[in-house]
């Protein structure tokens, strides 16, 4: 169990510019969660993957954000034509059935 | 939609002693799981606790126990014999249970500062 694994863990862009987060969860694990938390504030959900199936998104999730999880593994997240509201820290979690949700250490996005 | 309430945006404690974090929650649902999670600065959110709702007896971790009232929608943290490592950022979640999506919802947070 070599735990959930995020890149980078810090990203610093111009707004306007498009980037992508990845995260690559506990190899058994089938469920894959996303979170954003700012400043402050608790982690609040984005989107849910079971397998390569997204399942449920976040109104959150604006038309400029898009996840994927390719043949169920790794998982992407990207967010095009940055904004300054999108300056936050990008949390994945990921677990098996009904057990809890174990996290990575998270991308820190800022937009200058 | 469910909501989770932290009252406390911080407390503190002196090491070795007690200290109860609260949590209060809304739902409609009768089947559900409560968690606290602990965030140290810079570092990753970590699974402190977990209580599931059809359960009557409160969970226990080591130091860790909750106080669950499930018709109070209540459910506090108590930390025993505090540590300097246990200074953290506490959040309490919710999730439900039914269906496969057991996405959590989580309140602002609880500081907790350990005293030397």
């Known amino acids: 169990d070599t735990g959930v694994s995020q890149d980078p863990r810090h990203k610093i862009t111009k707004r306007g510019q498009n980037v992508t987060f990845r995260c690559d969860p506990i190899?058994?694990?089938?469920?894959l969660y996303w979170y954003r938390q700012t400043l402050g504030q608790g982690p609040e959900f984005l989107t849910y993957?079971?397998?390569?199936?997204?399942?449920?998104k976040s109104r959150l999730l604006s038309d400029r954000f898009s996840a994927e999880r390719p043949k169920g593994s790794f998982s992407t997240l990207e967010i095009q034509r940055t904004e300054q509201g999108d300056s936050a820290m990008y949390l994945c979690?990921?677990?098996?059935?009904?057990?809890?949700?174990?996290f990575g250490d998270g991308t820190r996005l800022s937009i200058l | 939609a469910q909501t989770v309430t932290q009252s406390q945006p911080e407390m503190s404690v002196q090491e070795a002693e007690t200290v109860t974090l609260s949590c209060t929650y809304d739902?409609?649902?009768?089947?559900?799981?409560l968690f606290w999670y602990k965030q140290p600065p810079s570092r990753q959110m970590i699974l402190v606790i977990r209580q599931e709702a059809y359960k009557q007896q409160n969970a226990t971790e080591n130091r860790f126990s909750v106080n669950f009232q499930k018709a109070a929608k209540s459910f506090s943290l108590k930390i025993s014999d505090s540590q300097l490592g246990d200074a953290a950022m506490y959040f309490c979640a919710y999730s439900g249970s039914g269906g496969s999506n057991y996405k959590l919802t989580f309140g602002k947070g609880t500081l907790l500062t350990v005293n030397p």
């Open positions: 993957f079971q397998n390569e199936a997204q399942l449920e």
């Open positions: 739902t409609s649902e009768s089947d559900y799981y």
């Open positions: 190899s058994e694990h089938n469920r």
């Open positions: 979690a990921s677990s098996w059935g009904d057990q809890p949700q174990h």
